[in-house]
């Protein structure tokens, strides 16, 4: 199993930056891949950005540009760098780990966008 643990929510006016963290335990080397989703009230969950165990990396649309995720494998934690936010980028933030075809996610962190 895999526990995961975010952090780094929270509001910020619109153009600001916030850094979100998702810091896994539990059996690590079997991740196959990490994502971060979003959802937003009376939206379904919204997969944003995604890295691979080898560290290739895709976005959604709505995102390109403007956020990034990474990692640091010796913290095992997960990042999600979001420049330039918009009010509609409002949402709660989860984090996921792939672990052959089971799916964990973490607890979710509020971001709020002010225009």
């Known amino acids: 199993q895999v526990q995961l643990v975010e952090s780094g929510g929270g509001l910020v006016q619109a153009g600001g930056s916030l850094r979100l963290s998702c810091t896994a335990s539990g059996s690590i080397s079997r991740i196959n891949y990490m994502d971060w989703y979003r959802q937003a009230p009376g939206k379904q969950r919204e997969l944003i950005a995604v890295?691979?165990?080898?560290?290739?990396?895709n976005y959604a649309d709505s995102v390109k540009g403007r956020f990034t995720i990474s990692r640091d494998n010796a913290k095992n934690t997960m990042y999600l760098q979001m420049n330039s936010l918009k009010p509609e980028d409002t949402a709660v933030y989860y984090c996921?780990?792939?672990?052959?075809?089971?799916?964990?996610w973490g607890q979710g962190t509020q971001v709020t966008v002010s225009s």
């Open positions: 996921n780990a792939n672990v052959d075809l089971h799916n964990y």
């Open positions: 890295i691979t165990r080898g560290g290739s990396t």
